[in-house]
């Protein structure tokens, strides 16, 4: 089950530009820099700072190309939509700074790595097992892109993300649980309105953002506080595409709890996978809450931001200025699809 959760002020947000690194998916063209952009001033949570950490310079200029011009296709109720192909986490804080991850936290958003490590990477969610079925199955939609427009068109919108149902073989169905008390009427749990568009570039409103996976049997929930998302969509087929995606979030002592639970609750059933052995003195299965925040944080990277009334900052645990989050920024791509319901 997949569910998606970045903050600071007044400023653009930034794009990244090209390293001159392969990357491991990007059915895309060559792309370029972002133009500046007005942002929305309706958002509860300010957009991030400009004077944010760029110190990582790309070792060639940048390339300078165009993006497919194409208008967007006639579509059905659901679109325009598009299927989630890449998650990736930078390696580092230099990568993740050319990336643009533009996030507060000393290991800009890159300290949730050593877990991703152990589930073998996120990429592998996003690909039809054995089964055939898709663990991460997640779609894109730009509410309020209308047909015949090219994305240099297109000036705000309603960004949407929802949880397709894991068999793709009847086609590309939307799981009830997108929505708010599984009813597609009250509309989807993660919503960005008023999401900037400025010649393709889109930069999402703030928002929540929750992933659940499983790793070696461990339900590992991740919940996203103040996620927001940017990157380039252009038109694709019957859907829109999203390359140079950023994801930047950050994780709570509360949402690290979450996570310690859902462990525990794995490890609790009777079906409890082998490696609850070492989980349990790890983590110390039934321990209260009290005792579990400094821990939680540390098996997902440390806390590294702080967290006060919704709006990050950066922190050095001094008194009144303590770390209570974890910063996450994750790249991804998107490529065109037909939604073709509601799965039943």
């Keep these: 089950m997949l569910l998606v959760a970045g903050c600071g002020d007044d400023a653009p947000q930034q794009q990244p530009v090209d390293a001159g690194t392969d990357t491991a998916v990007d059915a895309g063209p060559e792309q370029d820099t972002a133009p500046p952009r007005d942002v929305p001033t309706t958002w ?30 006639q579509q059905n109720p659901w679109g325009p939509a598009g ?13 993740a700074r050319q990336e643009g991850c533009l996030v507060r936290g000393a290991k800009v958003g890159t300290g949730l790595n050593s877990l991703l ?24 939609r730009a509410v309020g892109w209308e047909p015949g427009q090219a994305a240099e068109d297109v000036e ?31 509309g989807p749990l993660l919503s960005y ?9 889109i930069t999402g409103s703030p928002g929540p953002f929750i992933v659940d996976l499983s790793i070696l049997g461990l339900g590992i929930h991740l919940d996203f506080t103040a996620a927001r998302i940017a990157g380039r969509l252009y038109a694709d087929g019957p859907g829109l595409a999203l390359r140079r995606g950023v994801l930047t979030g950050y994780v709570t002592q509360d949402g690290a709890l979450a996570l310690i639970h859902g ?8 079906d409890a996978p082998d490696i609850c052995g070492a989980v349990a003195n790890f983590i110390g299965i039934g321990q209260p809450d009290e005792d579990l925040i400094e821990l939680a944080g540390n098996f997902i990277g440390g806390y590294d931001a702080r967290i006060v009334d919704g709006a990050a900052s ?31």
């Design 193 to 201: 309105p008023d999401s900037a568009v400025s010649d393709g570039w």
């Design 117 to 140: 490590i152990l589930a073998g990477g996120l990429d592998q969610f996003l690909e039809p097992n054995a089964d055939g079925k898709i663990d991460v199955n997640l779609y894109a």
């Design 263 to 270: 462990i525990q609750d794995s490890c609790e059933g009777e």
């Design 314 to 344: 950066d922190c050095d645990g001094a008194p009144g200025n303590e770390c209570n989050a974890v910063s996450v920024c994750i790249l991804l791509d998107a490529d065109g699809i037909e939604i073709a319901g509601v799965s039943p």
């Design 44 to 73: 509860d949570i300010n957009p991030p700072d400009a004077d944010l950490p760029t110190d990582a310079e790309p070792d060639t200029p940048p390339d300078v190309q165009t993006w497919p011009a194409d208008p967007l296709a």
């Design 83 to 95: 299927r989630v192909v890449r998650m990736e986490m930078p390696s580092g804080p230099g990568e």
């Design 156 to 186: 705000q919108v309603e960004l949407q993300f929802l949880y397709g149902d894991p068999d793709p073989s009847q086609g590309w169905f939307i799981a009830p649980r997108s929505f708010v008390d599984a009813d597609p009427e009250l």
